[in-house]
């Protein structure tokens, strides 16, 4: 495909003599152009994508939501293409330093998008927090290490370019019109995944007017803005994103699988670590991560479906826990859960107390919403003010930050989204009539819970 | 949650006091009334089918393809749900014999819809091929066999229930309305998967008026009928399905991942005949039918992932062909094909031969479809005409075939459509350019090739 | 159709051998169930409303939203008629006073629905505010005089029968969940328009899931209310519909024409008044509004074709303001516009006094925003807080207002949105290349303009 | 705007400094980027076409067709503008003469594009039948007559240019690829009627896959070819175009509506001819016509809203006749109709005769469909088999015709689609029960239709 010094100087450059397209249910076709991107898409890390999940259990609350991270790297790639074509269009650069657009930088800019997230594993978040991998340390060594597809393809461009890519992810690449293409408060990621989850899961929230926001782009000296007649487009779809944070990605149930699957987890570990986990579960795969001592290959031959095949073995174990939670995870039962506030988070340690006396370990049956951080993040400019605000371009040239001439933007700016949550097992809601030996601590339990909230029902009862 | 005599009776009619709703993006939302129906989807082998995708390899060319069989399951459940609601609403039966809906057998229907897939496995078409499986008879085993948590349910029904769903998967339940429903050439199956394969893949070949043809849907003695006023949207769904299949479910790229899967199968049962599978190679789960002796049990633990995993360790073996098939089917490198005509067929041999000659063995990487059979019935009156024939109703009471006032169906009506192709390894259409020590037989191969089609150069050449 | 007291007992609840439906964009299709309904809608006055568009000058922004009030109202009945459904199938009454849905109410909510609009005539906002009639008063008078076919087909139901859907339209009637189907912060009427506002401008800002809103109300003693857990739904609702006035309602090139028209109007009123209204401008239908004495019979016969073929009439006039009105609003040459604050206002004169000396006289050819009100409602809790806020039920049977749980609602509650802006022709922005008589005076007026608003250039220049 | 020879030259391909866009419901966005465009799109015959329904009579029968002749007319130029880009990008000639497209015919093809339909009329067709005038002498005409806005802006961009693209219109133009984008079997006219009258309509018939075809689209000597791994999306837009005719375009009830305005203008003219119109009837605006003496000038001024506005003047009318079609047209009420055969012909005379008897004149009160053509042309190559099939361009360069190697393509070609239709008042299908002077007569007509045809029933009582 791509061999000796001579071919390298073409490759960069190497346009395919026939446009190649993938149909897309999103942008209906992903457009590729180059030699470079096909044989990245071609490459084994690349195309493991597609048995990852892109929202990992959000399929048990919204079955639709099935698509893997393939998809979604594509269309992060697509977007990132017409934004490149609009910018040659209509900005590009005359001089060195004018702010506009050199479209020298769009290969670097497609490989980015397409590439940003090729270091993520399956059920990426539990499975760090377990692990202790990390999906941004593991993209660069994707990138960077010999030994893979992805680096031999993007070193025949040139040997510096692996790490050209590298740091437009880490957002240390000088120019940061291609650093915010990839990555800010309105980037090709976000916008792909605002679209694709809303078609996936079937609910609309995340819509927003596209082609309107790419026709408001431009580039300047500092990155990208956005011109002010589009004002509205931009507040809608930070709005849109606001509510699939609200309806779908902080989704109750979704979080209790992921409790789920994390207490599994930490129970397979613990077993392993006290050599109680039996030959026939052991996970061959997973054993580098076990036992910490992983190399980028052993990553990179994981995916739900492997992890899924070892909760299949597990299921059959003879440990209870393992197996019960096996099961809970593969045949969809998730915990229950109820809001606290910073007032009744002093309830926590009774109701586990609770759960211990209906015969569950509490270190295995509840959980909070704490060890969890939020899996994407919100629009908070207060935390970062200085790189990710949105800046609207005036017809005098001057920019004025979004949150200032929108209400709604305002409204959510800083805000901390999400809520904390108590999870516990679905028994403990067991209603009196299904005679169970346990059921006076259920009555007690279920006094704590009012209108999906723990309460403090000692207080009023005094 | 059902325990014992008294609670029977009354389980078979107990709603749900508040209807649940499921997110669906073809229905909006799928229904519940029924504890029953709800109490199926929570068994674990309905839950399973979270883990197997509808279209089995047809992702690996349409990328967003990748829904489960959950999904679609529970579509064509809605789909029943929303005839059922019709028939009541519009011709119940008011004695017997009248040839008009009794709404007594809506459980029945709904049940049978809900579950007529459980039975599938992973990659059902080729896992059949290979261990002598049958996706009808693993579902009548699932639903009769005690030890399932689906029989359980259907059981609390009634003693003779599951028996009864059965018959109606089989199509010998008597009431021929509700076997139509679930089977026939316009059935809450199909109208469900071309809706559903439409969204997924993102073309819009598959797409017709499910609400009118719901509309003009009606019961009579012998089966279902369409009002002939809904004839165009009767002809418009025939056309989408015939336009699906040429389009999607016959793509070649799927098709020769099937052959690679096939291939890969047959490699790996024929190692382990052969005590050539080494130990890290061994598949846990698959053993079982390795060894020719599973229970319904061994194959409830089967999905995609599982065999994906053993995919990727065999991808590691040491047998070169094992794991080179594991690789082209894991990292996507689909097999050429070019079609053939009964004339052409006789070209095979020597092909094979080239193949061969190059360096390949020709019994894993050559194939014809003469080995796989079509995914999907097509419309094709002729051959069972008593059973599945579409009959409109005329205002006058009598009943007239489809194809006979069609003239887009009769063109399509008894045509063996699909295309007969010879795979072979994409090496075979190496350029010249390409230096290699095969290039002669490259060369010579390719000449028998001509517009996608395999081409007796020898005769043109005398 | 009707005929005597005996069939009028018949008529009320007589239902149509078979639904017919209308085929519709928005719900797929209208289902007409009472031959009251298939009445109405046959009748002259309501066929009129083919002839008027729903959004008056907006297509002259966006073109494709040419759709009448016909479209608008059909779709009205049909989200009452779903709602009914609904409130039938999950809340009905049991007792009086239970604040559940008496289903008698049924046919006099559809009708209300279907006919809330029937007072509309051409242009409505503009029309009023010149000939002083009132589409509300012109509502009741079409549904309670004799003379009027729908009048006729209301009296065939009961004699009472046309007052009482007068008195929904005028919020007096009883019951106020009737009353808040039709009329309330989220009603039938406001959840068609968005959604067909949206569809027929190409937009996507109003868009919002109706069929969550529909599940999650319930009607209660005073009204209509909405379980929490649909919060989210109600909350993107009210986000569309900010986001609809914002982009597409208040679109200033729309106000633009309209302030044309009513220009228009008002010179040919001042010309009719003076007697110099030649023979061949005379606008036969319109006369008896001219002359202010014009009966239920005359404003049925207009529509927005009668008012442009006498504007096509005026565009030949001699009087050169009539005729030079009438060609900018036909062939659609906007004025401009420029944003004012309070205390820019005092520009105004000013400005006014430039447009003069360019040769335009400034009581035809400026405007400012203030003669129009805005032409829908926006959320405003603060201002009628008795009688529209949206109520949240919880699980324990309290209500809660959304804004007090909704960061996003509470951010636009209360604020009075739109723009006040002041309109000139386009002509006084001519660039200075395009050589002209008045070019210094162009040149002089352009100084007060910056970035879309007034600007108070004598300040900045002492 | 333009003015001198100097500008003359630059007028050409002056390009917007930014372009504009048109909000689409189809396209998205409708991009204009040359001010000839813009400047065409502002004149007054252009702006006219908002006020002229692209459908006629179909909103009859689906209300939300209210669509416009200017919507589509951007619409097609629009796809004409994509197929120019597409062209350009991947097929620009080289030298003269080697088939592949010349960019300097983008102006004169997006010019033919917009201004194509802009001699349409209101109810073109009807119009036409009745006053013998011809929408394409009067395309032309309004191109080439020095009075129009249209010429003045085409001549300055050179004198022979308004000439050249009445050519493009007749298709006499010498490039045919220039031709047969605008006028073909599949040319930007049909791909985007289709696509506009589903969506405004709400069926989705009409709906194909544009991107897929415009992908495929390539230019060559003798015209416009498409790759043949295109064929099923070809496929699929001929059958979607037949659908379209069979269940929009040849629908009853818009026909008899036509049908209706047929007769009523035909009455008109008649009292005219007599002198029988009232002075408070006289259509000021029509008269030209009456008297057969209009200029382009006469012509330009009329539009729907003028002759509805006629109608409702001769809806009072003291002739019973005129006075009753105008009502039933504006009242909507259509006429009812049974298909016949060239065996049930002969029964027209005496079903004419059943019409006279009770109280008709059949002059006005019937029709059969032989006096109105088709709407649109279907495809039927082999009637003009030279110029417009649709040729598929294989690997190999050779061309092969569609229907060859498409059966369902083969299936519709060449078949007279429609059927023959005999129209006749609704009061003539009165039920016995509605007790009537005339209900014998209305009994012995009724024995003559059956299924909804003519029956020969005369045959079957012997």
Redesign the interface.
């Known amino acids: 495909m791509f061999k000796g010094g001579l071919v390298i100087t073409i490759y960069k450059s190497k346009k395919l003599n026939r446009?190649k397209?993938?149909?897309?249910?999103?942008h209906?076709?992903i457009y590729i152009q180059h030699q470079v991107i096909l044989d990245l898409i071609?490459?084994?890390e690349f195309?493991?994508l597609?048995?990852i999940r892109q929202l990992g259990t959000a399929?048990s609350t919204?079955?639709?939501a099935?698509?893997?991270r393939?998809?979604h790297s594509?269309g992060v790639y697509e977007i990132t293409r017409q934004i490149c074509d609009n910018f040659q269009r209509?900005y590009p650069t005359k001089e060195d330093g004018d702010g506009l657009w050199n479209d020298n930088e769009r290969l670097i800019a497609l490989c980015a998008a397409l590439l940003h997230d090729i270091g993520h594993g399956p059920y990426s978040h539990t499975f760090e927090h377990i692990f202790g991998t990390n999906h941004e340390d593991l993209t660069v060594a994707i990138l960077t290490s010999p030994s893979t597809e992805v680096n031999k393809v993007l070193r025949a461009v040139a040997p510096e370019f692996p790490e050209k890519i590298a740091s437009v992810i880490q957002k240390t690449y000088p120019n940061q019109q291609v650093v915010q293409m990839i990555s800010s408060q309105i980037d090709a990621d976000r916008m792909d995944y605002l679209l694709r989850d809303s078609?996936?899961?079937?609910?609309?929230?995340g819509?927003?007017?596209l082609?309107r926001i790419l026709?408001v782009m431009r580039p300047y000296e500092k990155g990208i803005t956005f011109h002010i007649s589009g004002m509205?487009a931009v507040?809608?779809y930070i709005?849109s994103r606001?509510?699939m944070y609200?309806?779908v990605y902080f989704h109750p149930v979704s979080r209790s699988m992921e409790v789920i699957l994390n207490r599994l987890l930490q129970r397979a570990k613990f077993l392993f670590e006290h050599n109680r986990l039996s030959q026939?579960s052991s996970p061959?795969?997973l054993l580098p991560f076990f036992e910490n001592n992983f190399s980028v290959e052993d990553y990179i031959?994981l995916?739900?479906?492997?992890l899924?095949?070892y909760f299949?073995?597990w299921s059959r174990s003879s440990d209870k826990i393992l197996s019960d939670l096996a099961?809970r995870f593969?045949?969809?039962?998730p915990l229950k859960s109820a809001r606290f506030s910073q007032e009744t988070k002093q309830l926590l340690p009774k109701l586990r107390d609770f759960v211990t006396a209906a015969g569950y370990n509490s270190d295995y049956y509840t959980a909070t919403n704490d060890s969890f951080d939020l899996p994407y993040d919100v629009y908070a400019p207060n935390q970062n003010r200085k790189k990710t605000q949105i800046e609207l371009f005036?017809?005098?040239g001057t920019l004025v930050e979004l949150s200032v001439i929108s209400?709604?933007v305002?409204?959510?700016t800083g805000?901390v989204s999400g809520d904390e949550r108590f999870f516990f097992p679905k028994e403990m809601l067991a209603s009196p009539d299904q005679i169970d030996l346990f059921t006076p601590i259920y009555e007690q339990f279920q006094k704590y819970l009012?209108?999906?909230w723990l309460f403090n029902n000692d207080n009023n009862n005094n």
């Open positions: 446009e397209v993938l149909r897309d249910p999103i209906s076709y071609n490459t084994r195309q493991r597609r048995r399929s919204f079955h639709g099935e698509h893997s393939f998809t594509v209509n078609y996936y899961t079937g609910t609309n929230y819509t927003f007017d082609k026709r509205h507040e809608d709005v606001f509510q609200q309806q026939s061959l795969l031959h995916d739900d479906g492997v899924n095949t299949i073995q099961r593969l045949n969809r039962k005036q017809d005098d209400k709604l305002a409204a959510i805000e009012k209108n999906g």
